[in-house]
């Protein structure tokens, strides 16, 4: 019975060790890459067409609250030189009013932000993956663009090769 056990316990330590190191060695070949999102979304079209439209939709929103302000200013004056309570409570729900529409207009902008922008980033990440499809080492891809986070990754870069998968 004891060299049973001993035999067992040695065949355990044997598959479990080849185990182990057979994993190991598999995790050592995989790796971890980065890529610069912004240097890719620059450079695709789409991204400067939606640009475009999201500031032509900021300037529109920039010119409505303008004119509320200039509105509102006049008013002010208006109040300042006689205490009319009527000309208070319309101060009141100019006031009102601007920061009702400043609330509407951020929300209008980020719905077209996100309505413009998903697509793109939805594109992006498809030629991410046709790139990990084509090395199956990366098990990662960080996202080294100024801002993200990521202060240094050792990884390879692989911005190139997404910018060649979409072309741009």
Known sequence: MGKNTIFYFLLFF???????????????????VCLNSMVIIEKMPEFSSAQKELDRI????ENILDKLAKEFHKKAEK??????P?????L??????????QKTAADDLTKKQNKLLNPI????????HKVI???KSIIRVDDCS???????????????????????
């Not at 044997?14 to 971890?32: A, D, N, P």
Request: charged content about 30%; overall charge positive.
């Open 14 to 32: 044997l598959l479990f060790g080849y185990s182990y190191s057979y994993s190991h060695t598999k995790v050592c070949q995989q790796r971890i």
């Open 58 to 61: 900021s300037k529109m929103h």
């Open 79 to 84: 109040f300042q030189k006689n205490k009319n």
């Open 86 to 90: 009527i000309l208070k409570k319309e």
């Open 92 to 101: 009141e729900i100019l006031q009102a009013r601007a920061h009702a529409y």
């Open 121 to 128: 980033y939805k594109k992006i990440e498809n030629a991410i």
């Open 133 to 135: 499809e084509k090395d």
């Open 146 to 168: 100024p801002g993200k986070g990521v202060l240094v990754n050792k990884g390879k870069d692989i911005t190139e090769e997404v910018k060649k998968e979409l072309g741009i």
